[in-house]
């Protein structure tokens, strides 16, 4: 697998440097390590626990600076641990760059390859990318802070003079949302991420590389943990507009929802009912005339002998991604249907799943879909995945707290006869 991460760090380029290669410092700031200590000759040894779905996995190993040049604030790491009881080893390489960045900023440019064999290779590499980033996440906030009170400290000595306000640090979010970048994948990609691992084959299915478009779709999850439910034109009204990413659904298509009824929104996700790859071309047509191609995502909602062929849902969803460059996530209409979407979405065909509470009653909408996701996680599947209509903050909350990366909201009550009848067309 090959990770490739640019993080914005609120502290000059030499400073910076000196610390990423300060394996102590770091081992300190990256959630898991401990008993880091150091060998000799550029060799430090550490234990690193993580926990990938219900397995903690404890690796132990070598972190060794093989290469460094502090003028051109560069430096090479190999890393190799192993964990003996789950049976295991990752080796890797991380070529590390810093450079300027403003006046009192840099960029840490990380460049990491890496091979996971044994049982732990098992997991699949969308689980293994989902961890970095939330890894990578953890290390960054918490370098950061160190960094930041290293700074006040030095201020306080007299030594420099600490800003005001700390500016933020981490990688930026792109100005106007998902939408805002360029390029028909770039629509949600999480800003300063770019990723180009070996593609997951999933024979007989032709399939587009799965990591950009699963980081695609793991950028659009960090920045919109809950999107607004839209069935019809009338219903987008009553819903307020532009602070939420907005779920458009099929029946809002039909109904005549166009782009420019959802452009006050940051993002939208468009879904796609459909049973055969065969109609794919004419579903983006109809959402091209509608102006509603600039979808950061593709819900798919499978009919006829996609829902329960899985090597037909493959091929659709394979179709989908191929055809419309976006992320494609599947719809579970039952909780019982979950834990199969759910392997469809970690082989890499699709990039994530949805839970749809829609074909129940909203008294055990929630109770049931909570027990569902838990089970997928407990299965240690970690695609994304959201869940929802929701109706109060409460099940909001017990979704996420399931397991739950996203939320979709029904802001307004909703007549019960007309649900029932529009999930019984579903």
């Known amino acids: 697998m090959i990770v490739d991460r640019r993080i914005v760090i609120d502290a000059a380029a030499a400073e910076t440097f000196k610390r990423v290669v300060d394996i102590p410092f770091v081992g300190e700031c990256l959630p898991g390590a401990s008993g880091i200590r150091d060998e000799g000759d550029g060799v430090y040894a550490g234990n690193f626990i993580v926990k990938v779905g219900p397995v903690k996995v404890n690796l132990e190993g070598t972190v060794s600076i093989t290469e460094q040049d502090a003028d051109a604030r560069r430096a090479v ?11 295991g080893e990752v080796v890797g390489r991380m070529d590390l760059a810093v450079e300027e960045s403003g006046d009192a900023a840099s960029l840490l440019v990380v460049h990491t390859e890496f091979t996971i064999s ?3 290779g098992q997991f699949g590499q969308a689980v293994m990318l989902k961890k970095a980033d939330q890894i990578t996440e953890g290390f960054v906030d918490e370098f950061s802070r160190r960094m930041t009170d290293l700074r006040v400290a030095a201020a306080e000595q007299g030594h420099v003079t600490a800003p005001e306000t700390p500016a933020p640090v981490g990688a930026p979010e792109a100005e106007g949302g998902p939408q805002g970048l360029a390029g028909p994948v770039a629509a949600a990609v999480a800003p300063g991420v770019v990723a180009r ?14 990591m950009p478009l699963l980081h695609a779709l793991l950028g659009l999850l960090r920045r919109s943990r809950h999107f607004t439910h839209v069935d019809s034109r009338a219903d987008l009204a009553e819903k307020s507009a532009g602070t939420e990413p907005v779920w458009v659904t099929h029946e809002a298509m039909r109904s005549g929802v166009r782009g420019a009824d959802v452009a006050p929104a940051p993002a939208y996700v468009i879904e796609a009912r459909l049973g055969r790859a065969e109609d794919v071309p004419a579903f983006w047509r109809d959402a091209t005339r509608a102006s509603l191609d600039g979808a950061a995502a593709i819900a798919l909602t499978p009919m006829g002998p996609a829902v329960a062929d899985v090597s037909v849902l ?14 494609v996530l599947v719809v579970a ?3 019982w249907s979950l834990m199969s979407v759910a392997r469809v979405a970690q082989t890499g065909v699709v990039h994530g799943i949805v839970a749809d509470t829609g074909a129940i009653t909203s008294a ?3 109770t049931w879909m909570c027990l569902a996701v838990e089970e997928v996680r407990r299965a240690g599947l970690e695609s994304p995945l959201v869940a929802g ?3 109060s903050r409460a099940d909001d909350d017990a979704l996420r ?9 029904r802001r307004t009550s909703r007549n019960p006869v007309r649900r029932v009848a529009a999930a019984r067309r579903r």
Request: hydrophobic share 40%; glycine share 12%; proline share 12%.
């Open 401 to 409: 707290a399931a397991g739950a990366d996203g939320v979709i909201r």
């Open 333 to 335: 209409t039952t909780p």
């Open 77 to 87: 790491l190999q890393m190799k641990g192993s964990d003996r009881r789950v049976g």
């Open 364 to 366: 055990e909408a929630t």
């Open 389 to 391: 209509p929701s109706t």
């Open 118 to 120: 044994g049982k732990l």
């Open 314 to 327: 493959a091929r659709l969803g394979s179709a989908l991604a191929l055809h419309t460059g976006r992320p």
């Open 197 to 210: 691992p070996e593609p997951v084959v999933v024979a007989p299915v032709d399939m587009v590389d799965p």
